[in-house]
């Protein structure tokens, strides 16, 4: 008899819209993953370092910085040595958080955060036409400020063609690259990619955005002269790089 009427019970169900499973719908995964990593990241650093909570305004920036921080505690983890630095932290919502989890993880690695602090420079390359100069203008007393409790956080303030030649000395395990123009992403990746660790990772935070094109073509062309680095980009929009271990 149960043999028998399991077809009907399945057909019931079927009609009900009930499958006995979670769903596995893409907005339902997403949402377990971001339970799932939920203490990654905390909208209380945003507060305490006195910033508006960007999630609110960008939802997609909460993914974002998940990917990040994910990122920086795999390196930790695996015992890759090496610095950590942010092109391009404006006013620091993901640095302040790429900063308390390196408190929480123990590590004290220097931390260095590149920006001009006056804004994007000019271009007039079709794929930046979304930007104009000056735009991502932050304060850079303000942002020195803020980062003023972390012993390992250093703030560079000037465009990365002139401030990145006095930073040789730095190897890195983690880079974090969120510069949106062409020549701004140019510039870093002359500089970064052969600073970059076996093992260490560089992510591009909005290589999939429309309004980023520069930012994709420059990283395009730099990977693809590369055969150091095993790739591949995420639906959040950004794209990882990852440096072979010899």
């Given at each position: ?10 057909r019931?169900?079927g ?19 971001r339970?799932?990593s939920?203490g990654?990241?905390?909208a209380?650093?945003?507060t305490?370092?006195g910033?508006d ?5 960008y ?24 610095a950590?630095a ?6 620091g ?8 989890a ?7 690695s220097r ?6 602090f006056?804004?994007m420079?000019?271009?007039?390359r079709?794929e930046?036409e ?9 304060d ?17 303030a000037g465009?990365?063609?002139d401030t ?7 190897s ?8 949106d ?5 140019r ?12 093992g260490?990772v560089i ?5 999939g ?11 395009d ?21 990852t440096?072979?271990?010899?």
């Open positions: 008899m149960k043999a028998m009427l399991r077809p009907v019970v399945r019931v169900k009609m009900a819209g009930w499958s006995g499973r979670p769903s596995t719908t893409p907005q339902a995964v997403c949402e377990r993953w339970a799932l939920s990654l990241v905390s209380q650093h945003f305490r370092a910033l909570n960007i999630w609110e305004r939802p997609g920036k909460l993914d974002r910085q998940i990917i990040v921080i994910q990122a920086l505690r795999n390196v930790v983890a695996a015992g890759v040595r090496g950590i942010e092109f391009g932290c404006y006013m919502h993901t640095a302040i958080q790429i900063a308390h390196l408190e929480t993880l123990g590590d004290d931390f260095v955060l590149f920006d001009s006056q804004g420079p000019a271009s007039d079709a930046d979304y930007w104009s100069e000056g735009a991502m203008t932050a850079h007393d303000e942002v020195k400020q803020r980062f003023a409790d972390f012993a390992n956080v250093e703030v560079v465009f990365f063609r990145l030649p006095g930073h040789d000395d730095l890195l395990k983690l880079a974090h690259v969120d510069c123009l062409y020549s701004s992403v510039d870093v990746n002359d500089w970064l990619l052969d600073r970059v660790v076996p260490g992510v591009y935070d909005d290589y955005f429309e309004s980023c094109h520069g930012l994709m073509k420059a990283v062309e730099d990977m693809a002269r590369r055969r150091d680095y095993f790739t591949y980009t995420l639906p959040t929009g950004q794209y990882l790089a440096r072979f271990r010899s």
